[in-house]
């Protein structure tokens, strides 16, 4: 770099550091960083589809055309909800190899045309056999859309708001289920099938919207690094940060990830010899060879902390309060379905507002410390219900005070769960793998996600109708052991660059490793930024 440069930029000087980094709310984030936010604001639609397609079945399957047009039973009713998990955990697992091949951009467009196909399905389905197809296609892409929006969202993060642009992925999805609340409620009163066909076809819009827009924005910077477009990945990062190429903000972190990329490439080779040199059967097994690394010491305790998350965040009870809401009021003692779809809507408000504190205040709060309040409230909020439910359970006609008491303390629970195990829950397995894991690993937890939702999405209703208010003490003890596991076993990750994550994990630490990394770093640091000066040159 010249002198003139460094002149310019001297009060922006840094000194590479790999501690947390100074976090900020996310309103003066997002204002430093207007075209991040509205990159990661518009992939977050895949969050609503998300959000979508969970709410508007539990309604739906309430309303009387749909219940003419598809008796079913119980255990199919429980089975229609849960397919779309199903599917998604299908679709998570699939989204790894694209993601890393054509790009996180490009997988998003993938899932947004799968959508579009098992929308129109499930919209114009004449029998339960196209209903569940196009559930389970509409799940494939919602696993998709859950495994790499966030992933997206995490690579173009700058670290003081990473956790704030994540929970956009939260917050998109609670805004999905408010609209389906409301739409369904909106659309009871008519009198066709139309009741609940145009519920189902209105997502349409969202995959159209997601598909074609998203191929205006930049693809992800890490990603153009790990396929060797490094001046593009240059270009792209200053258009995120709005500094200019030679800014020294700029080169530190295109260096970071550079350092991160070639030690990754330079492990692989050292690792995996025999399948070098290119070629499609060398590049399957390295994949494959991938999967196997992430149980490896350092990597497993993040594969771990991912997927004990996404399990906790299921079994806490939330995701069965969205999908069976008018069953679970109605079982607390609310009569009338206009009552019951009603208290239903107001669990998707309070969800959707009970985000925002976390979108704007995360990356100051930090990770650990909300989910460990969060979860004692949780905790609190089931053990009152249970308490509640089984003195009333079977005598609630003149007891209608104590089944909306149930009713409030439901409302605390998911405002609890909102805030925290929500977002959170997305936020710390998109940050804590290297950038040769993140797809594959983030692709296993988010399945792990999917496949809890679907065991919760067919076991509700049969407690509920069979163990009544144990069911609250079964979600209960579950929100306990969630607060016992984040205590004793997950780290902060508040204000660290994804780069600097093996520092926390542990990842690295063999003495060949360690080698690899220290001569990758002394090549590549200094002023080498591509187009500029090469390695061995400044």
């Known amino acids: 770099m010249s002198d003139s440069i460094k002149q310019e930029y001297a009060d922006d000087a840094i000194v590479h550091d790999h501690g947390p980094k100074k976090t900020t709310n996310a309103l003066r984030g997002f204002i430093d960083n207007p075209f991040v936010f509205a990159t990661a604001l518009f992939a977050s639609i ?83 056999s196209y209903l569940m197809a196009g559930r389970f296609i509409c799940g494939m892409s919602v696993g998709s859309l859950s495994t790499v929006v966030p992933m997206y969202q995490s690579e173009i993060a700058p670290p003081e708001v990473r956790g704030s642009l994540v929970s956009l992925q939260q917050l998109a999805i609670t805004l999905g289920i408010l609209i389906a609340f409301w739409i369904n409620f909106g659309c009871q009163y008519i009198d066709s099938e139309a009741q609940w066909r145009i519920p189902l076809c209105l997502q349409i819009i969202l995959g159209i919207l997601l598909g074609i827009g998203i191929l205006f924005f930049p693809f992800s910077p890490r990603w153009l690094m790990s396929n060797g477009r490094e001046e593009e990945a240059l270009k792209v990062l200053s258009k995120l940060r709005r500094r200019p190429i030679d800014h020294p903000v700029i080169q530190e972190e295109w260096r970071e990830i550079k350092i991160s990329v070639e030690f990754d490439n330079e492990l692989e080779r050292h690792q995996y010899p025999q399948y070098q040199g290119g070629g499609v059967k060398n590049d399957m097994m390295i994949g494959l060879m991938g999967y196997r690394d992430l149980f490896r010491p350092g990597m497993f305790r993040r594969l771990a902390i991912g997927c004990v998350l996404m399990f906790f965040q299921q079994f806490c009870g939330t995701n069965s309060l969205i999908y069976y809401a008018p069953k679970i009021f109605q079982s607390l003692g609310l009569s009338g379905q206009t009552i019951s779809l009603l208290a239903t809507g107001v669990v998707g408000i309070i969800n959707f507002i009970a985000t925002w504190p976390t979108v704007m205040f995360l990356d100051v709060m930090g990770r650990k410390i909300t989910l460990i309040v969060a979860g004692c409230f949780m905790t609190l909020c089931m053990v009152i219900i249970s308490i509640i439910s089984a003195l009333y359970q079977d005598n609630w006609v003149g007891n209608e005070g104590k089944g909306w008491a149930c009713v409030a303390m439901t409302y605390v629970f998911i405002a609890n769960f909102a805030y925290a195990w929500g977002p959170i829950g997305w936020v710390i397995p998109a940050e804590i793998f290297p950038l040769r894991a993140r797809a594959k690993g983030m692709s296993i937890t988010t399945s792990s996600n999917w496949m809890c939702n679907f065991i919760i999405a067919q076991i509700t209703p049969i407690m509920l109708s069979s163990i009544g208010y144990g069911t609250y003490v079964f979600f209960a003890c579950f929100c306990f052991l969630s607060v016992i596991f984040v205590i004793f076993f997950v780290p902060e990750t508040k204000g660290r660059s994804l780069e600097d994550m093996d520092e926390l994990f542990g990842g690295g630490s063999a003495k060949t490793d360690n080698e690899i990394l220290q001569r990758i770093e002394q090549q590549y640091s200094g002023t080498y930024v591509p187009g500029i000066e090469k390695p061995g040159t400044a």
């Open 46 to 128: 895949g969050g609503i589809t998300f959000g979508y397609d969970q709410g508007v079945i539990s309604g739906v399957q309430e309303m009387e055309t749909f219940v003419q047009r598809f008796p079913m039973s119980s255990t199919e009713n429980g089975f229609v909800v849960a397919i779309l998990e199903l599917g998604a955990w299908a679709g998570s697992w699939l989204s790894a190899y694209p993601a890393d091949r054509f790009s996180r951009k490009y997988t998003i467009v993938i899932a947004c045309i799968v959508f579009l196909i098992g929308s129109a399905f499930q919209g114009g389905a004449q029998n339960v």
